[in-house]
Nanobody
Framework: QVQLVESGGGLVQAGGSLRLSCAASGRTFSSYAMGWFRQAPGKDREIVAA????????YYADSVKGRFTISRDNAKNTVYLQMNSLKPEDTAVYYC?????????????????????WGQGTQVTVSS
């Protein structure tokens, strides 16, 4: 059974930092792109960042560029999202996802439709 388990969410003051982790089990995802998405109350799910299978290519939403960093450790089957200088508008449930469509390619895609395994989400709340 494939599982993606996020951790590291919580409550933080504006300007603070959090590091999210997403550990995969049941299957090796080292050949696939992975991404972080978020969904705030009343809003659509949006991509935050993505990383290709080797870590050579990354994508960031404009709203998080320069503040968030995505990375992965294929030996641990884990992807990370380092979030610095957090803002209240970063408050959301954060999900990690894997795209088996994007196998061993430098290409990345931002559509959630191309990601086929999802974690259960972790809440990030940034207070002002």
């Amino acid at each position: 059974q494939v599982q993606l388990v996020e951790s590291g969410g919580g409550l933080v003051q504006a300007g603070g930092s959090l590091r999210l982790s997403c550990a995969a089990s049941g299957r090796t995802f080292s050949s696939y792109a992975m991404g972080w998405f978020r969904q705030a109350p009343g809003k659509d799910r949006e991509i935050v960042a993505a990383i290709n299978w080797s870590g050579a290519t990354t994508y960031y939403a404009d709203s998080v560029k320069g503040r968030f960093t995505i990375s992965r450790d294929n030996a641990k089957n884990t992807v990370y999202l380092q979030m610095n200088s957090l803002k209240p508008e970063d408050t959301a449930v954060y999900y990690c996802a894997v795209s088996t469509v994007l196998r061993r390619t430098i290409l990345l895609r931002t559509s959630s439709d191309l990601y086929d395994y999802w974690g259960q989400g972790t809440q990030v709340t940034v207070s002002s």
